[in-house]
C-alpha cells in the first residue's frame, strides 16, 4: 500500500535523526498548520534532549533563504512548506542533511533532500494530511510517547480546512490516537462556539453561509429574537431545545439557495484539559488562534499556546482579541477611505498601502467580498505593503455562489507580465510583487474584463 511506504519512510528517516547528532534546524511556516507543525517538531526533540533553532516564515524566498546561508547546521528540517521551492533550498543551503516534510504540491526537480510529501505517494496533500499531521507522524517515530501530540496535528489539518466532510487516510490515524484525549460530539460546524456571542456567531458564519443572515448584524439579531434566543448567548449554553430550533431554522433559511441546506452540522472536537469557554477547548478556535498569533507575527506566544505554557498561553489568548480589534480597524479604514478605491466594470481596486497588515488583507479581502457590499460576482483586488519592499495582493470574488471563475489563472495572467507568480486556488488568490511594480500592477488590472456565468 502506498500509505504504508509512505510511513515506513517518515520512520526510517525519523530513526536516522534520532540516531544523529548535533543540533537540528528547523524551519516552518506562519500559519495555524505551520505553527501547530514547530509546536510538535519542537517539542519532540525537546524530549530527546535535541538541540535545535526555529524560525518561522511568511513564505520561503531567495531573500528569506539567504539568512541560513551562513549557517553550519548539519540537519535542516523544513515543515508545511519546501516542497515548492527545492531549488532555491538547494541553492541557499549547504548542509549535510535537509529533510522537507511538506503536504504542498511538489515542484518537479530532482533532488538530493530526504523529501517526505504524501503527494509522491499517491496521497492527497490537501485532504489526507496537513503539516503538522507530517510532523506528527515524525514525532510518533521518535517516541511513542509523542501521541500526546496529535490533538495539535488536528489542529494544523483544522487549520488548512482538511476536516470538511471528515477526516480522510492519514488524518483519520491521527484522529484514532487522539481520541482519548478528545470529547467528541456532534454540533454546528460553526467558529466560536466557546466564546462568541450567538448574534456574532451567526453574522460570521461564512462556512455554512446562511443566506440572509450571513454579514448582517441586524438580520442575526431578528433572526434569534424570533426564536426566542437570547442573541447575546453563547452556542455552548443553549438548551437541548434552543439548539433543535436554531439548527432547523438555519436549514430552512439554507433551503433553496444552497446545494446541501442540511449541511450546518458536524463533529466538534474539545479539549478534555481545557476549561469550558476556554478559546483553546475547540479545535477550531485553537486553530484560529495560532491563526491570530501568526497574522500578528507573535507565532512564539502560538507555540507556547500548543505547548501549554501556562503564563504565555494567556498572552496568545489575547492576542486572538488584537486580532479581532485590528480586522474591524483595517474594515474601518476601508469604509472611510472609499474615495482610494478603484472601481471599473466588475472590478474593485482597493491599495491599502501601509493602512493593513499584509498578513491580514486577504482575511479583509475575503469579509468584504462576503458583505454584500458589491453586486455577486465582482472582483475585488487588495494590495498592502510588506516589510520586504514588497506589496501583497490578494483577489477574491464577492457572493458566495459557485461562477465559473478561476481567481488564481486570473491573477496569474496579470502578475505573470510582471515577471511574479501568483499563488492560492479557484476562490482565493494571492501574489506578492516588487513594490515599484504597483502602479504598473493597477494598470493591468484595470483593463482585465472577466465574463463571469450567473447561477
Ligand atoms: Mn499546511
Redesign the pocket.
Known sequence: MMMQSFLEKVKQEAENLRNGNGTVRVIS?L?A??IS?AAIITKALKRLNKKFALTIVKQISINTLSQFKSESYETFLFV??GSGNLAEIKEAINAKKIIIL???QPEHFENNFIHLNPMLFGLDGNKDV???GLAYLFAKSLDEKNKDLSTLALV?AI??NQDNGGFTSINKIILEDAKPYLEITTGLRMFGAQTKHLCKLLQYSTDPYIPGITGSEQASKEFLNELGINPEKKLIHLSKEEMKNLVTSIILQRLGSEENPEDVLGPIYLLKTEQEESPLKDLREFATLLNSCGRLNRYSLGIAACIGDKNLKEAAISTLNDYKKELISSLNWFYNNKEKIIEVGNLVIINAENHVRDTIIGTLTSMIAKSNLYPENTIIISMAHTAEESTKISMRCSGHKNNNLNLKEILDSITSKLGFQAGGHRNAAGALIHREKESEFIGLARAVRVKTREC
Open positions: 511556516h500559519d498548520d505551520g507543525s508545511d512548506l511538506d503536504h504542498h496537513s503539516g503538522a494544523g487549520g488548512d
